[in-house]
Structure formats: C-alpha cells, structure tokens
T-cell receptor, first 114, second 109 residues
Framework: DGGITQSPKYLFRKEGQNVTLSCEQN?????MYWYRQDPGQGLRLIYY???????QKGDIAEGYSVSREKKESFPLTVTSAQKNPTAFYLCASSIVSANNQPQHFGDGTRLSIL | SQQGEEDPQALSIQEGENATMNCSYK?????LQWYRQNSGRGLVHLILIRSNEREKHSGRLRVTLDTSKKSSSLLITASRAADTASYFC?????????FGAGTTVTVRA
C-alpha cells in the first residue's frame, strides 16, 4: 500500500539537542510538507519542498531545518534554537505543489522536552 | 498564516443526528478542501470543492460553498460513533494550503 511513514511516533529532546524526524513516502509525489500542530490549533507550515533538491520556508521555519536529497524522503531537524519544540509534527505530500491538490498525511511524531 | 476558521469549535451530537460545521475564509479562492483527523493520527482528505461548484456530495458528506460570503459548510448526515474526530477546512495560499483550527465533533452512542 502506498502512503507516508513518519518515525518515530514519540520523541524526547534534551536541552541543547538537535533531533531529526523522519518522513518517507512511496506515492511518487513531487511535493512534501512539514506542519506543526499545537493543542486546539490548526496546522502551521514549517517547510515545504516542491521538488527534489529544493525547499522553501513556511510560516514558522525558525529553529527548524530540512533537506530533500531524495524524492521519497523529507527529514525535519528540530534544532536547539527552537525554544518551544513540544508539539505534534505532521508530514504530508501531494502529487505536485499546487493548492488544488489533496495532501496525504503521515500519522505524526509527537515531540516532547525532557 | 491562517486563512480559514471553523465554527463551532466543538460539537456534540447523538448517533444518527446530523452534524454541520462552517468555515469562513478571507481571500478569493479557486477551491476549498475538508479534512478529518482522528485523535493522535494524521489528517485524511475528505472532499475538494471548486469555486464554480455550489454543492458536492461524497457518501454521507455534503459540502457547500458560497464564494459571495466566503464561506463553506460540511454536513455529516446520520452520524456514527466512527465520525468522532476533528474536521478542518483548508483554503489555498499561493501554492500551499492554510488550515483552520478545526471543529471537534463527538458522536454519543
């Protein structure tokens, strides 16, 4: 079955530590996205990538970094510069980067501070 | 930036009843999408309605779009316990989507 796999499901970060969240898709989609979801709130876009080797900042990119070296992979690093990292992180993909395309989501990674 | 806003924030209904939630957005759009999120899971795409459509159906779901009022509604008919979830509207924002804060629907048995 095609889909998006996020790992790990739960992640704990110590002070001053960088952590990397994995996102892999086998849908052959060009576009991939990272969102942050806080309790009772909508999704806020962190970074997105329209194609391999290209990515753009979203609305809340500070303290985060990404890479897109392969079409199927879009890892997100939460750096120590992100002072409030506790949240639910969702990865998504779409066939192309267009606002009239449905996005397919993984089941998220919940990040907490130790 | 958040374009769409859902109303109400939360809704509790009896199994078999209908549930209606609304979405308002700020700028002109070419389409609007609705998604469902079960607790602790990712979002699932439900339906996309284009700006030249006024109503669209998918199973027990009915979506309307009123571009003059910049609003959309999602109706779930004959609700079931499995419909318990949060529902989000998503409106276009350049090449991306902007999601509202969602409506949490609880269906009581």
């Amino acid at each position: 079955d095609g889909g998006i796999t996020q790992s790990p499901k739960y992640l704990f970060r110590k002070e001053g530590q960088n952590v990397t969240l994995s996102c892999e898709q086998n849908l052959n989609h060009d576009a991939m996205y990272w969102y942050r979801q806080d309790p009772g709130q909508g999704l806020r876009l962190i970074y997105y990538s329209q194609i391999v080797n290209d990515f753009q900042k979203g609305d809340i990119a500070e303290g985060y970094s990404v890479s897109r070296e392969k079409k199927e992979s879009f890892p997100l690093t939460v750096t120590s510069a992100q002072k409030n990292p506790t949240a639910f992180y969702l990865c998504a993909s779409s066939i192309v980067s267009a606002n009239n395309q449905p996005q397919h989501f993984g089941d998220g990674t919940r990040l907490s501070i130790l | 930036s958040q374009q769409g806003e859902e109303d109400p924030q939360a809704l509790s209904i009896q199994e078999g009843e209908n549930a209606t939630m609304n979405c308002s957005y700020k700028t002109s759009i070419n389409n609007l999408q609705w998604y469902r999120q079960n607790s602790g899971r990712g979002l699932v795409h439900l339906i996309l309605i284009r700006s030249n459509e006024r109503e669209k159906h998918s199973g027990r779901l009915r979506v309307t779009l009123d571009t003059s009022k910049k609003s959309s509604s999602l109706l779930i008919t004959a609700s079931r316990a499995a419909d318990t979830a949060s529902y989000f509207c998503a409106s276009p924002n350049d090449y991306k989507l902007s999601f509202g804060a969602g409506t949490t629907v609880t269906v009581r048995a």
